[in-house]
């Protein structure tokens, strides 16, 4: 994880609780002069627009006095969704049994996406199954996962 991005969680993950809802993960995509900042939040009652417009008015309301993102950026607060990306090994171990896609930083065994079946966490890995074959990918290895709804 970036430093840039752990320091956007020490400050946004507090106000995001203190609201009374869960921070489910924190996307930081800084390309050229162009970067957004996605907060996804939760709650068992779901989330409306108005818990969204909450969070990035308080949210906005900390960065702007604590400037920790260098000169334009977007700030987007909304739900997971159905299609929930995952960040962390308790949400991969939430969800065994559902498929998911999984997208990493480097190939490996020659590729970089798999689509398959969260089988469960062993250490700091994800296992997928796809088709018969079971692979352990580190979690530190993962650009991207999403959960594949069933409809």
Excluded at 86 to 92: A, C, D, G, P, V
Aim: with cysteine; aromatic share 8%; proline share 5%.
């Amino acid at each position: 994880m970036s430093g840039k991005l752990t320091e956007l969680e020490a400050m946004v993950v507090p106000i995001v609780e203190a609201l009374g809802y869960r921070c489910w993960g924190i996307e930081y995509l800084s390309q050229g002069r162009h970067t957004l900042l996605r907060v996804y939040i939760d709650h068992d009652d779901g989330i409306s627009v108005e818990a969204c417009a909450e969070v990035s008015r308080q949210v906005s309301a900390v960065l702007d006095v604590e400037d920790p993102i260098t000169g334009d950026y977007t700030l987007e607060v909304s739900s997971p969704g159905m299609d929930r990306p995952l960040f962390t090994l308790e949400q991969f171990a939430d969800h065994v049994g559902e498929q998911a896609k999984i997208r990493l930083r480097v190939p490996y065994e020659g590729r970089r996406n798999f689509q398959g079946v969260i089988r469960g966490v062993e250490g700091d890995e994800i296992i997928l199954q796809v088709d018969e074959h079971e692979y352990l990918l580190p979690i530190d290895s993962i650009d991207k996962s999403n959960i594949i709804p069933r409809f």
